[in-house]
């Protein structure tokens, strides 16, 4: 079965399971920030700004940079740093994420509201993770796909899934 990116930890992290949005890094560990909580949020939700979300992700798992990556994804409160780090770990290793992959797919995949890319799915998935489905954005390039929430200020992943097997 396919992996939905998820730092599921049991429908956990990266779904939420209907938790509230994390809380800045001045609130809480760095393993809870999300995008908006970065240096350069973006002011509009277009497509750079979720292309910048997605490349940041990407360099920072690369890079072995967990505790940065956490910036650019939906953690639940009170997720456990490390078991936040383990799951990030295995996003890479299971190549659900890379930078070659998210180049492809912001280059030729289809960009626009989640609702109106994953018609089908985006309700769900916007549900689990606690957030509108409206301030859903996504990208999809068969089979990669990516679910980014707009905050107001920037963008948080709250899926990718296939990205790093997208062959340049």
Known sequence: MKTIFALTLGCALLIGCGAPPAPTPSETSTASATASATPEAAATPDKAAAEKTLTELAKSL????????????????????????????????????????????????????????????????????????????AFSLDPAEAVLFWDGKGFVAIRFDDIGKLEP
């Open 62 to 137: 690369e890079a072995g940079d967990t505790k940065t990556a956490a910036q650019y994804v939906k953690i639940p409160e009170g997720a456990p740093a490390d078991k936040v780090d383990e799951e990030l770990k295995k996003t890479l290793e299971r190549k659900e994420i890379s930078s070659a992959g998210v180049a492809l797919l912001v280059e030729k995949g289809k960009f626009g509201p989640a609702k109106e890319i994953f018609a089908d799915r985006a309700e769900g998935w916007a549900k689990k993770s606690g957030v509108p489905v409206e301030q859903c954005w």
